[in-house]
């Protein structure tokens, strides 16, 4: 019966759409495609994430991922999005719209990643244009914040591709690969044009 299943948090993400991919909630049937995805590009994405703890890609923690994710969903704090390729549902990275603040602020910040095999091809660019529109209706978010690396020019030309303005700079923003290290700070807001 299944009025009478638990709703998942994977049922609170509506699916969306964008030139040639679909963001889709994270699932336990994605594993598979997800660690591998990962594990082809980890020497692609070590020099902008945080330290990898040593089990990352195993099944275990994938799933405390997905209880994380969950966790977040429901307690409207954050929105995590696999963008898989519409051609072929191949998973190609993710998205989040995390750190969500409402009230005076409406905001959320967006982090993201792709797999080395589909990076610089314009994915990311459309599935943030898929994912804005999303979350400045029904979200009813007003502000998307990023922040990226100075020195990671294709994170700087997609940000300024879709439209975010370049607001600041912080001093030891975020630890990344082990280090402390200054960001570049955007942000696109509900009445910016989404270019």
Do not use: K
């Not at 495609?33 to 994938?62: I, K």
């Amino acid at each position: 019966m299944s009025f009478l299943r638990p709703l998942s948090f994977s049922d609170l993400l509506p699916a969306l759409h964008g030139a040639g991919v679909e963001l889709r909630a994270p699932q336990m049937r994605h594993y598979d495609a997800w660690a591998a995805l990962r594990s082809d590009s980890r020497a692609f994405l070590t020099p902008w994430e945080p330290t990898w703890p040593p089990a990352d890609l195993t099944r275990l923690a994938y799933r405390v991922r997905l209880r994380r994710y969950a966790r977040d969903v429901r307690a409207d704090a954050a929105y995590p999005y696999f963008i898989f390729r519409a051609a072929d549902g191949a998973l190609m990275g993710g998205l989040t719209l995390g750190q969500v603040r409402r009230g005076v602020s409406q905001s959320a910040s967006l982090g993201y990643w792709m797999g080395e095999a589909y990076a610089g091809r314009g994915h990311m660019t459309a599935a943030v244009r898929a994912l804005a529109p999303h979350a400045f209706g029904p979200m009813q978010l007003r502000r998307i914040e990023a922040a990226c690396l100075p020195n990671n020019e294709r994170s700087i030309r997609l940000l300024e591709r879709v439209g975010f303005t370049r607001e600041g700079y912080a001093r030891s923003y975020l630890c990344i690969n082990g280090e402390w290290r200054d960001h570049l700070l955007y942000a696109l807001l509900a009445t910016d044009p989404l270019r």
